[in-house]
């Protein structure tokens, strides 16, 4: 190829002094000067707004640019270098945009299928020491979302509610003995966390009616631990997370942690889970000697309940298709069985006693002219 060569003015982008060079075209374009020398690729070669005859040519990865006024130069130049003349501003934007977009979509599209998707592969083989450390944390994370409820404990009530969980779990299969405790709170919910840990949120025992209803909720909540659900729940909300904190840019621990917690607490399953905790639910109550349909009792009032109050998190808020659920569970319970239920009426009224009575502050009362108030 003819090599054509011309004066021009070197720029280094940084100061506002030119330098006088020797441009040299050949396949490349050479420009030698006093401390200068530099070799261009042609495709990197940008044709900037300068008043004819000048022609001013930068370099599109860097600051640096020259200035000649050859006219011949400036023809062989343009015929050689094919972008020469490209916009590089808006086409770049565009381009940035729109590979953030895709970047975006992926990123979605991994959230709201891959992610659920493996998370049913990896449930399985994670080892139970490991999820059972992994239930600590979120159960700890869990309390700190409801605002610390206190743990209801009383002694009488404790020891029926562990020979119902272990009626209820006796001959079914499980990967862990499930660990049941009941916290005080104004909300009626249940909920399953990875290692066999089930929180019972104490407003769900005071809307149960009778102890074939509350059986059948933990039941229900053991048929997720059965199928290993809430540390898929954990996969996947862990996993949607860190992948949303790639593009939103905090990879922060604590945001991960808040998202399972949160995910917990809505017990967002899928339907099928749902059904298949539903179905372990009425099998278990009824081996234990209860009425399998009481499930569908309670879970139809709580959602009216629910509907009264939006703002609840309640056990079954995140699942519109209670209808359908409820007739699925009576058809699988069939006829109610003969009997008191699964617990006695003594055992019943134990158990709703699992949380004391808080004392009420005394009124204040005058005291020689004077007001006092009594503190607990």
């Known amino acids: 190829m003819e090599a054509i060569t011309t004066e021009g003015t070197f720029f280094d982008g940084i100061s506002a002094r030119p330098r006088p060079v020797t441009l040299r075209l050949t396949f490349r374009l050479e420009i030698v000067g006093e401390d200068i020398t530099r070799d261009w690729s042609l495709l990197d070669l940008r044709a900037a707004d300068a008043a004819p005859p000048l022609m001013r040519i930068n370099h599109a990865q860097g600051p640096e640019s020259v200035e000649f006024a050859d006219a011949p130069f400036a023809e062989a130049l343009t015929a050689r270098c094919p972008d020469l003349n490209r916009a590089e501003g808006g086409g770049g934007v565009t381009r940035l945009v729109l590979w953030s977009i895709a970047a975006g979509v992926s990123v979605l599209l991994t959230a709201i299928y891959g992610v659920p998707a493996a998370s049913g592969l990896l449930a399985p083989l994670v080892p139970q020491a490991f999820e059972a450390q992994i239930g600590r944390s979120v159960d700890g994370q869990i309390v700190t979302l409801l605002d610390n409820p206190p ?205 004391p009575k808080q004392a009420k502050p005394e009124k204040s009362k005058p005291d020689e002219g004077k007001t006092r108030t009594e503190k607990l």
């Open 151 to 355: 743990l209801c404990n009383e002694a009488a009530a404790r020891a029926v509610l562990d020979r119902l969980a272990a009626r209820l779990t006796e001959g079914m299969a499980l990967p862990v003995a499930p660990q049941v405790s009941v916290r005080r709170h104004k909300v009626a919910n249940a909920l399953a966390l990875p290692g066999g840990r089930v929180i019972l949120l104490s407003d769900i025992i005071a809307k149960a009616r009778n102890g074939d209803e509350l059986a059948g909720i933990l039941a229900h909540e053991f048929g997720h631990v059965a199928a290993r659900d809430p540390m898929r729940s954990v996969i996947t909300a862990g996993g949607t997370s860190f992948l949303l904190s790639l593009v939103l840019g905090d990879l922060t621990g604590s945001t991960v942690l808040v998202t399972v917690g949160q995910a917990a607490i809505s017990a967002g399953y899928s339907r099928d889970a749902e059904r298949a905790a539903d179905a372990y639910a009425v099998a278990a109550v009824k081996r234990a000697g209860g009425d399998g349909a009481a499930l569908a009792a309670i879970l139809e009032r709580i959602t009216d309940a629910d509907h009264e109050k939006p703002d609840a998190i309640s056990f079954l808020r995140s699942h519109p298709f209670t209808a359908e659920r409820a007739a699925r569970i009576r058809s699988l319970a069939g006829e109610k069985p003969a009997g008191p239920g699964i617990l006695s009426e003594a055992e019943w009224t134990s158990l709703q006693g699992i949380c």
